[in-house]
């Protein structure tokens, strides 16, 4: 856990404050962001929890440590830390940039080795061709996987980040960051990252600082600051899109309408399907099985549309079928749901967990969750 207590910071010469009277705590194994306009105290707080710079007043704790009585370069050794501009040193090869601080912390050569190879797996890089290059011999987005590499060279349990994906692409961006959140499902460590983009914010905080002028604003889980923003200057800057970005966040498990409430239709009973849908009262979805009796796709009102004047066993067998070709994992979320339904012009999709299917999603079931969501 990182806490903050009336943490402030004036630079010499400065007559304002960059960061001013901040507490908060951000709790261990989360990730928790610092998001807001340029020069509201972003970077000045992180440089604050490594001791990179001192607080003009207040105190920094690192799980109940202050850390005034840690030695400064022993609380760095322990902290991964991980900039925009990666910071590697150009005279040095891949595999000597990442074994610095295990070096600091007097590893073998044989151990350091090993954990080289482990890392560079670990973000994606192959260590056969990476370990020998020289940074520059990398591309952006390698330079940056190796970045996070270095930084969680002895496995720290903090990891301090700074705009860490922000010198490369979008596309690259995006797969940087899932990639990392991958790991951190496993990892769990106490993140504290910094970015000035609030679509990153949303997408990788457990829980979002909104700062301004070195204060924090509004400090609340993603989908509470998308929901209820606590001012004009947080309205403001999570846009105008924020039903969209809140799309990004929510889960198709969130929606689901779940298979056991659907009516089971099997081979026999197909030529019927739609009339025994309308019978049992539930004439949006049906679950067609097999004869193993295992649910194999959907069958959906809007079936019934495209079918009209046409009705066949195997026309609605290729819907059926169409249809499980848009499934979506569980977990997916609903802005991917929706752009599947858009391109397989379906109004209900399969979701599925571990390849079966557990549910179906439904397109009204999105606009309506996502509305009350809003007015909780
Ligand atoms: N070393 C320094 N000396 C004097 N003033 C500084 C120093 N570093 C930062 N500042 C000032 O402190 C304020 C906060 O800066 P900081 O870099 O923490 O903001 P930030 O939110 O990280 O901004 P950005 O998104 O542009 O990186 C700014 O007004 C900045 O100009």
Redesign the pocket.
């Known amino acids: 856990m990182i806490e903050l207590k009336n943490v402030t910071k004036t630079?010499p010469g400065?007559s304002f404050k960059?960061v001013d009277n901040l507490s908060m705590i951000m709790e261990t194994g989360e990730i928790t962001v610092l998001v807001?306009p340029?020069?509201?105290?972003?970077?000045?707080t992180i440089r604050l929890i490594n001791g990179m710079i001192e607080t003009t007043s207040g105190d920094v704790f690192i799980d109940g440590k202050n850390i005034k009585d840690t030695d400064p370069n022993r609380l760095r050794m322990n902290i991964g830390y991980v900039i925009q501009h990666i910071g590697l040193l150009p005279h040095l090869t891949i595999a000597q940039n990442i074994a610095i601080v295990p070096k600091l912390h007097g590893w073998d050569k044989g151990r350091i080795d090993k954990r080289v190879v482990e890392l560079l797996e670990l973000v994606g890089l192959d260590p056969g061709i990476t370990k020998n290059k020289y940074p520059l011999q990398l591309s952006g987005g390698q330079m940056q996987r190796v970045g996070v590499a270095r930084a969680m060279a002895v496995d720290p349990a903090t990891m301090l980040m700074d705009e860490p994906f922000g010198a490369v692409d979008p596309i690259t961006r995006r797969g940087l960051q899932d990639e990392f959140l991958r790991l951190q499902t496993v990892m769990k460590k106490t993140i504290c990252f910094?970015t000035?983009d609030i679509n990153e914010a949303v997408k990788m905080g457990d829980k979002i600082a909104i700062m301004n002028k070195g204060q924090i604003v509004q400090y609340d889980t993603p989908k509470n600051i998308l929901s209820h923003p606590v001012n004009d200057f947080v309205q403001d800057f999570i846009g105008a899109d924020r039903m969209v970005k809140k799309l990004n966040i929510l889960l198709a498990e969130q929606i689901i309408y779940p298979i056991e409430k659907t009516l089971r239709i099997n081979e026999s009973e197909l030529p019927r399907a739609f009339d025994l849908m309308r019978e049992k009262g539930d004439y949006h979805v049906a679950c067609y099985i097999d004869n193993a009796g295992r649910a194999v796709g959907l069958i959906t009102k809007e079936m019934e549309k495209k079918l009209v004047g046409n009705f066949t066993i195997e026309g609605l067998k290729g819907l059926i079928a169409d249809n499980q070709k848009a499934a979506v994992h569980h977990d997916t979320n609903l802005s991917d749901v929706f752009s599947q339904m858009l391109e397989h012009n379906s109004e209900c999709v399969p979701v599925v967990r571990n390849d079966d299917i557990i549910g179906s999603a439904f397109f009204d079931d999105i606009r309506i969750f996502v509305n009350k969501e809003d007015d909780e």
């Open positions: 630079y400065q960059a807001g340029s020069g509201c105290g972003k970077s000045t910094v000035h």
